[in-house]
């Protein structure tokens, strides 16, 4: 409501935005982004969904209704902002120690140290891009910064990434900004984070794990790349913890996942990269954010005796809240994310399942009756669309969810096979998977392709030589 605000004080039209006592501090925040940080707000006591009427009707009477007559018929004090340094400017100079104690307390790193961004180690960044260093891919909410090639390259080099990193730290801002992506949302409750899908040759290329451990720290290309993302997220979006990001528990950056094309060319079956739109070979990111997972340990026995169904199971118990992303919010937009094993996908290809099949036989088993979806949206979530017989028969939602009047009727989580995500890669040899619940709208998928100079291989092998 605070954009709405904005647009009304900007026209001259007093305003008042109702804010719960807990957001004051992300809406203080927010406004500053806005370009107008004394935007009028209006203090709702507690939270509105853990209160009886009788508290939430005197909250209101008592607190809330004398702020919004305040914020109505008085003019708002003088706003004042603080300005920040230019993109080249010179901010501290000092020994390593100092500069990150200073970084610190700008809140410009993630409380681990930094590699402090100096004008050598920038400018071999922008070596390894094509890209003006002033080019502009977007302007970032909530703060409302430029989503520059020079920030890429200064974050990038704090982050501890490699000059070669360039061109896929570009690609990943370039999806960042992409407004089916969904920025905005990024620093919303439930603390969703962003997973990073890497696929082509680069992968080798660059030295990134693809096989055991592939989640975990511990190789410098997957670790520091991730570790760019929530740098990045932090000093040019603005999604700083207790003002902008107000995750309730939140989850740390995630390391790249790299697939193992290997594999996928062995079994026939085709990247995500190319599920996402992009030509096989072609490097490529894709983004999208996750609230949680849960690994899926011994998948064991036959494909479609024991494999498939203990999968489909494990994706309806990975799923709850989310299915507002189905039906509601969003209506659609629910993309669930399968890792695989290489062993795992060998062994379901081998039963004759291309991973369209793979993902039709998830549409068709890892359902829920319908009283219970309905229940979770309803009930749980108390969300005003809920009912599925009516939404189908408005055409709002696929017929599929309105076969019967049976309350027992099984409904799918998603509206299409293809709305599921499935990915290659981990421990070749071990039998796991792992189920992500997404996070919808708010952190859709997007990919994008890695743009690399028309002479890459020269400046790489420069670059190298020179290390």
């Not at 004080?9 to 008042?16: D, L, Y």
């Not at 914020?71 to 500069?99: H, K, M």
């Not at 299915?323 to 379901?348: S, W, Y």
Request: charged share 20%.
């Amino acid at each position: 409501m605070l954009r709405a605000s904005a647009v009304c004080e900007k026209a001259g039209v007093p305003s008042s935005t109702l804010v719960c006592e807990g957001f004051l501090r992300q809406a203080a925040a927010a406004s500053v982004g806005l370009g107008m940080p004394n935007i009028p707000v209006a203090r709702v006591p507690g939270h509105t969904n853990v209160q009886t009427k009788e508290e939430l009707r005197r909250n209101i009477l008592d607190v809330t209704v004398n702020h919004v007559i305040e914020n109505l018929t008085r003019v708002p004090a003088a706003a004042t902002r603080q300005d920040e340094p230019s993109a080249r400017d010179i901010v501290y100079e000092g020994g390593f120690d100092a500069v990150n104690q200073f970084f610190y307390e700008n809140e410009w790193s993630d409380g681990l140290p930094i590699v402090p961004p100096t004008r050598q180690k920038i400018e071999a960044f922008l070596r390894c891009t094509g890209r003006a260093a002033d080019e502009s891919l977007g302007i970032l909410l909530p703060d409302s910064r430029a989503a520059s090639i020079w920030s890429i390259a200064v974050n990038g080099v704090m982050a501890g990434c490699r000059p070669e990193y360039m061109p896929l730290l570009v690609a990943l801002v370039e999806a960042m900004a992409d407004p089916h992506y969904g920025i905005e949302h990024s620093g919303n409750t439930p603390g969703g984070e962003t997973l990073i899908i890497l696929n082509g040759p680069i992968i080798k290329e660059l030295g990134f794990n693809y096989t055991q451990g592939v989640m975990r720290d511990g190789f410098l290309p997957n670790t520091s790349i991730g570790r760019f993302w929530r740098l990045y997220l932090r000093n040019v979006a603005g999604f700083v913890l207790h003002k902008n990001d107000k995750a309730t528990y939140g989850n740390t950056w995630r390391v790249v996942v790299a697939e193992n094309e290997e594999v996928l060319t062995q079994i026939g079956w085709q990247s995500l990269g190319v599920d996402m739109g992009h030509a096989a070979g072609q490097n490529t990111v894709t983004i999208a954010r996750y609230t949680g997972g849960n690994v899926i340990v011994s998948v064991s026995g036959g494909v479609r005796e024991q494999i498939l169904p203990y999968i489909a199971d494990a994706v309806v118990r990975q799923i709850s809240w989310q299915l507002m992303f189905a039906v509601g919010q969003g209506m659609g937009k629910l993309r669930p994310l399968v890792l695989l094993t290489p062993i795992l996908a060998e062994t379901i290809a081998k039963a004759g399942l291309s991973k369209a099949d793979l993902k039709q036989y998830l549409f068709e088993h890892a359902r829920l009756p319908a009283s219970q979806f309905e229940r979770i949206l309803r009930d749980w979530t108390l969300k005003p669309t809920w009912d599925l017989a009516a939404e189908a028969r408005l055409g709002k939602i696929p017929g599929i969810y309105h076969e019967s009047d049976d309350p027992d009727r099984m409904v799918p989580l998603v509206w299409k096979p293809d709305d599921y995500m499935i990915a290659v890669t981990g421990d070749p040899l071990r039998n796991n998977a792992y189920v992500f619940a997404h996070n919808g709208l708010r952190g859709y998928p997007v990919s994008k392709p890695v743009r690399l100079p028309k002479d890459w291989d020269r400046r790489l092998a420069v670059l190298r030589a020179s290390t």
